[in-house]
């Protein structure tokens, strides 16, 4: 599997966009990247994925650069919810991935 | 959709006693499920891969006999601690795979938050 480089922390401010970058040099063409995010004592939760194209939800955008070596979440106006460690995880579909995850980003959002 | 619960959200147990964990695929089925353990300030660690019906795989370093996996339903799998001691108090977080489509999704559950005195 490919590896992901993420920065150990970073501030935002609340209600501003917080851009979270990923690395990910190494990734296959079949591979995907995947965004979850773990807020304090609780499990991960999913935010978002894609292959190739920029996608977007209810929660985040995730663009994903035209070489696929790097990829950034988009938390569009962040709120003091949104703390939490953001990890990006590259992985396949298939039906036996297992999910690993790293260090993760620790992003604060502040009043 | 997709939801997956554990019980208990936490638990005390005494040093030497054993101590089961429930994780639940709440609305749908999940023939894969997989247990993590976190310790303070660290990442998830996957622990075990469990099989609905049959034995579970354990990841390098994982003591099969001590973290006993059963996952008898495709909406119950459960993790026994066995014979816990202090460093066995952890986070264990359960996941659910489950089919969308042409593709696999992982859903968690909310954690276990584990104290051996």
């Known amino acids: 599997d490919a590896k992901t480089t993420q920065p150990t922390s970073m501030d935002c401010a609340e209600g501003r966009a917080a851009n979270l970058p990923c690395n990910h040099s190494t990734i296959s063409g079949n591979e995907y990247v995947y965004w979850y995010r773990q807020i304090h004592s609780q499990g991960p939760q999913y935010i978002i994925h894609?292959?190739?194209n920029n996608e977007t939800n209810e929660m985040a955008s995730l663009i994903i650069t035209e070489d696929r070596k790097s990829s950034t979440l988009i938390l569009p106006h962040a709120t003091l919810r949104d703390t939490a460690v953001y990890y990006c995880i590259v992985r396949l579909l298939s039906n036996d991935y297992k999910l690993s995850f790293g260090a993760g980003t620790t992003v604060t959002v502040r009043a | 959709g997709a939801v997956v619960s554990q019980h208990p959200s936490w638990v005390i147990c005494k040093s030497g006693t054993s101590v089961k964990i429930e994780c639940r695929s709440l609305?749908?089925?999940?023939?894969?499920m997989f247990w993590y353990r976190q310790f303070p300030k660290q990442s998830l660690m996957l622990m075990a891969t469990?099989?609905?019906?049959?034995?579970?795989?354990?990841e390098q370093g994982v003591e099969k006999d001590k973290f006993l996996i059963n996952h008898a339903s495709l909406t119950l799998s459960t993790l026994t601690v066995t014979s816990a001691h202090p460093e066995d108090s952890s986070f264990y977080i359960c996941?659910?795979?489950?089919?969308?489509?042409?593709?696999?999704?992982?859903?968690f559950g909310p954690g276990t938050r584990l104290t051996v005195t």
């Open positions: 609305d749908f089925q999940a023939t894969t």
């Open positions: 996941s659910a795979r489950v089919q969308r489509g042409r593709t696999y999704e992982q859903y």
């Open positions: 894609g292959l190739k």
């Open positions: 469990s099989n609905e019906g049959s034995k579970a795989t354990y």
